[in-house]
């Protein structure tokens, strides 16, 4: 549990904090008693709302029930109260007069700063953190035959070349793609006859007719179509 690691961390008498949960020190209720209004001074309308959610604002207990809305110098010193806390997430609680929009800001930032000791990032050698770069694509932008030298291959260069031939002429918006470690063809039909008419005027629009007719696109509300690969 996040919460737990960074409330005991670096203790070797463990506290178990699965049973405890998150405390707002500054209460969540609107509608403050007198103690605090006069603790967060007279925007404290502004502090409650942007900061009782916050890093800063908030701990872990065992006593929530307890706490309630009490004002802060009554959970510092009652029974269970900040001052007895076993937990390192609320050292320095017990030894604060007031609770205020300074105090929050303040104890945010020190937590802050122990959370990246608990979590800190790993440190990989340079060359360590080349062997897990992504290779990047040719110059070109894409990928060509010349990149899958099997496929140059007498016996299979002919497979390759019947099977792709075949593929293109199923339809004249089947494409094409030479990917790193295959080769793709995908194909997509357009919601209306004129939309794939329009878009294959120049191959065969005749076909692209037929081919809704055949598959009944139009039917649908979006585009629709295929794709496999070529893997030697």
């Not at 029974?79 to 030894?95: D, I, V």
């Not at 918006?173 to 004129?194: N, T």
């Not at 055949?214 to 979006?222: D, G, I, V």
Request: with cysteine; proline share 6%; charged share 25%.
């Amino acid at each position: 549990m996040g919460e737990g690691q960074i409330a005991v961390h670096g203790r070797k008498e463990r506290v178990a904090v699965d049973e405890y949960t998150i405390e707002h020190i500054l209460p969540q209720n609107p509608n403050l008693s007198t103690a605090w209004k006069l603790a967060l001074g007279p925007e404290w309308e502004r502090v409650q709302k942007q900061w009782l959610h916050t890093l800063g604002n908030l701990t872990l207990t065992g006593y929530n029930a307890e706490y309630s809305d009490r004002a802060f110098t009554e959970k510092r010193d009652m029974t269970g109260g900040f001052k007895e806390s076993p937990l390192k997430l609320n050292a320095g609680l017990g030894l604060l007069d007031a609770w205020n929009e300074a105090a929050i800001q303040e104890r945010a930032g020190r937590l802050a700063d122990q959370a990246l000791a608990v979590w800190a990032a790993p440190e990989l050698d340079a060359a360590t953190l080349a062997a897990y770069q992504p290779e990047s694509a040719p110059a070109n932008g894409g990928y060509s035959i010349e990149d899958h030298p099997h496929l140059l291959s007498p016996g299979l260069r002919e497979v390759f070349e019947a099977f792709r031939k075949e593929v293109l002429a199923l339809d004249p918006c089947v494409s094409e793609e030479f990917m790193k470690l295959y080769v793709a063809y995908k194909a997509e039909w357009c919601r209306r006859p004129s939309d794939c008419a329009l878009a294959c005027r120049d191959q065969r629009p005749e076909r692209a007719v037929q081919r809704h007719h055949e598959h009944q696109p139009c039917l649908r509300p979006a585009r629709i179509g295929w794709s496999f690969a070529f893997v030697a």
